[in-house]
């Protein structure tokens, strides 16, 4: 069995806009374990656009890249390019709801063509020897049966060799809601995806949507083979802090907050060095401290220093110190 399906046993979800490279240099820091996504990138964005999309930090590992598409020929492409990388997973997005995505025909839109689905997983198959899975919802619109859902799973596992399926636990609805709100209004349902697992024990099903601890996971992993945290894993990173010891069974001593800040300074000088902008960097570290004494005035600090001009480490040492050096976190 695929390392991948190791590190599947948790994972954090690729979101537009947040998991960047700095984003995922910071996460791995909190955990050595779990698997990692990049956003979103489009074949078109790999193959024609200006910049190197598939560029990483080889901390990061291990490290996925989700794609988004819907031509056979041009994802094989751009698998790959990123196995040529040293990615160690490709995932193809069939979840996101966004009306961009769908103009672009891929996203959650393409669970109504399972045999183009097939193609595409197959196509990128032939190409690589690294795991290539898929990221979808329960159903969409009106087909939001579990028949159609099985249906879904059977074609592209039978037809195109897909062995791990990570499952939104929502249907998404491609008119009518926002992708924000396609987060949040379709209800959860969790024993769909237990079911697929039932009914199909020969994949690898991961459950994503609407996980927000390590409790919950545990429970989760008692019927699934795996759990992909999303915004909570953003929006209170530190959850990540104990993934290896709770999810993985290491015995690593678990960090604090401020070691792992600490432990941001070296990469934050280099990125600095190279042109980066530091709340690039900080934006993703403001969730911390949350919950936690000193966590107001450390969210604002950087919040009102780090995008001015020049701003460097000092902005992040200097809100260190508003946190309570009493609470040795």
Known sequence: MSSSFKANRFSVAPMLDWTDRHCRYFHRLLTSQALLYTEMVTTGAIIHGKGDFLAYNHEEHPVALQLGGSNPQDLATCAKLAAERGYDEINLNVGCPSDRVQNGRFGACLMAEPQL?????AAMKAEVD????????????????YQFLTDFVTIVA??????????????????????????????????????????????????????????????????????????EAYQNPYLLAEVDQQIFGLETPVKKRSQVVEEMYPYIESQLSQGAYLGHISRHMIGLFQNMPGARQWRRYISENAHKKGAGIEVIQTALLKIPESLNV
Not at 130 to 145: H, N
Not at 181 to 193: K, Q, T, V, W
């Open 117 to 121: 689905v097939a193609e595409c997983v």
């Open 158 to 231: 039978e037809q195109g060799g897909c062995e791990q399926f990570t499952i939104h636990a929502r249907k998404a609805w491609l008119n009518g809601l926002s992708p924000k709100e396609n987060r949040e209004i379709p209800p959860l349902d969790y024993p769909r995806a237990y079911q697929l697992k039932r009914d199909f024990p020969h994949l690898q099903i991961a459950v994503n949507g609407g996980i927000k601890s390590l409790e919950e996971t545990k429970e989760h992993l008692k019927q699934l083979d795996g759990v992909m945290i999303g915004r």
């Open 130 to 145: 690294i795991p290539v899975t898929v990221k979808t919802r329960i159903g969409i619109d009106e087909q939001d049966s």
